[in-house]
């Protein structure tokens, strides 16, 4: 079945660049994503990107896609106290991202003042 | 702001009860999911409605149903409620992909609900 990791937490200092890595294991993913969750709040959608490209950039956000290795990252640079949330990888199955979603558990980041 | 809300916002019940939970989706919005969140986990599929008619589901049990109205709102209702049901209830809501809609799914706030 599908099955999405990720490190359980990662802190940095602000200022400098954090890396959330995820690996998963279905190879027919359409599309992967990147959502963050900060404490009591729901899911916000910071990024995707599909599975034929192997980079995006969106402001701060770098995201990196390995298909051969089925590794995706998320760079921040420039990480604020503001990022500190939980970063949840995700991927798609279906022909289209309206399919469901199949998350990781989701890596605490920690960004010290 | 996604444009997806949810009510309530928390809900305490007893073991055996009922819950409906509501959610509203964008204007446009034709798909919406419904995922569980557990404490410390990532939210899992439970299922999804597209056009009001069940279009996949997780590995919920029958007593989690749904229902999806053509007012862009919908239900998810589980009876006989049990302790490992409490959790974070999320819902997601998609664009009609024949309009050229993106394919992300948006989320709402979620409805907290704690079983005792």
């Known amino acids: 079945g599908e099955d999405v990791e990720q490190s359980l937490f990662l802190s940095v200092r602000e200022g400098d660049s954090s890396v959330i890595n995820c690996t998963y294991t279905?190879?027919?993913?359409?599309?992967l994503y990147w959502y963050k969750q900060e404490p009591g709040a729901g899911l916000q959608l910071l990024t995707y990107?599909?599975?034929?490209?192997d980079m995006k950039q969106d402001q701060r956000l770098t995201v990196l896609l390995n298909k051969k290795d089925k590794h995706l990252s998320l760079r921040i640079a420039d990480t604020q106290t503001g990022d500190s949330a939980i970063y949840f990888c995700?991927?798609?199955?279906?022909?289209?991202?309206?399919?469901?979603?199949?998350f990781g558990t989701g890596t605490r980041l920690t960004v010290i003042p | 702001e996604t444009g997806v809300t949810q009510s309530p916002t928390h809900l305490i019940k007893t073991r055996g009860q009922q819950v409906t939970l509501r959610c509203s989706s964008q204007?446009?919005?034709?798909?919406v999911s419904w995922y569980q969140q557990a404490l410390g986990q990532g939210p899992q599929f439970i299922f999804q409605?597209?056009?009001?008619?069940?279009?996949g589901r997780g590995n919920f049990p029958p007593r989690f149903s749904g229902l999806q109205f053509p007012n862009y709102s919908s239900e998810l209702n589980v009876n006989a409620l049990e302790l490992d049901d409490s959790a974070l209830y999320l819902c997601?809501?998609?664009?009609?992909?024949?309009?050229?809609?993106?394919?992300?799914?948006?989320f709402g706030p979620g409805t907290r609900l704690t079983v005792l």
């Open positions: 997601a809501s998609s664009p009609d992909q024949s309009s050229g809609g993106t394919d992300t799914q948006y």
């Open positions: 279905d190879s027919s993913s359409t599309y």
């Open positions: 990107i599909f599975s034929n490209m």
């Open positions: 995700a991927e798609s199955l279906g022909q289209t991202g309206a399919n469901n979603l199949f």
């Open positions: 204007s446009g919005h034709n798909t």
């Open positions: 409605y597209y056009r009001e008619e069940e279009n």
